[in-house]
């Protein structure tokens, strides 16, 4: 059974920093991207980072240089992908998504953690 497990989030301040974790298990990593996705009020969802099994990094414009993403795939059965997010602005307000997409066309969300900064 495939599962996506998010944690952090949660209210700061123009300025602080956060941390986002997703833990996911159940499929085979090798091959496997994971990312995280945000989607603000009246807005798309938009990615803001991933990275994919190799290590290979993808960052949103407005989040390079702020943004971190990191990936433990020490674990075959399990691999943790987490999103450092440093000097936060009012507009990283949003739902953050975790997702994983593995083989031709598979893919799974995490419920989705709120963050939300506050100028």
């Known amino acids: 059974q495939v599962q996506v497990v998010e944690s952090g989030g949660g209210l700061v301040q123009a300025g602080d920093s956060l941390r986002l974790s997703c833990a996911a298990s159940g499929i085979r990593f090798r091959g496997a991207t994971m990312g995280w996705h945000r989607q603000a009020p009246g807005k798309q969802r938009e990615l803001v980072a991933s990275?994919?099994?190799?290590?290979?990094?993808?960052?949103?414009d407005s989040v390079r240089g702020r943004f971190t993403i990191s990936r433990d795939n020490a674990n075959n059965a399990q691999n943790t992908v987490t999103l450092l997010m440093n000097n936060l602005k009012p507009e990283d307000t949003a739902v953050y998504y975790c997702?994983?997409?593995?083989?031709?066309?598979?893919?799974?969300w995490g419920q989705g953690t709120p963050v939300t900064v506050s100028s």
């Open positions: 990275i994919s099994s190799g290590g290979r990094t993808t960052y949103a």
């Open positions: 997702n994983v997409a593995w083989g031709t066309a598979n893919s799974i």
